[in-house]
């Protein structure tokens, strides 16, 4: 499943996404671990910490979280009228054809 607008998508469900730009200073590929999943099987959220199936990455960074943490954070975004939404640890922008820009 990805947070998509008409035939945009921003999540990228498989993890393709490179995440060597660099934003900031610091690229995405320095800024973050993979995440290990849980003895269980599961992922941990590092937003919610809730445990889930699987974790959305985003696909201008490496940044990963669960489904309702991105639906809540974009829901967050735009009610807040934001123009130029970024990722929400890195500050990458989030690009609405899931172009890295």
């Known amino acids: 499943m990805a947070v ?32 290990q999943p849980l003895p269980s099987g599961l992922f941990e959220c590092p937003l919610c910490y809730g445990s889930v199936d699987e974790l959305q990455k985003v696909s201008c960074c490496r940044h990963k979280a669960c489904m309702e943490c991105w639906k809540e954070y974009m829901r967050v975004q735009i009610t807040e009228s934001r123009i130029n939404i970024t990722c929400y640890q890195c500050s990458k922008l989030l690009h609405p054809d899931g172009k890295n820009s």
């Open 4 to 35: 998509a607008t008409g035939s945009s998508q921003i999540l990228d469900p498989s993890g393709s996404g490179s995440g060597s730009e660099e934003s900031g200073g610091v690229s995405a590929d320095e800024c973050c671990l993979e995440i």
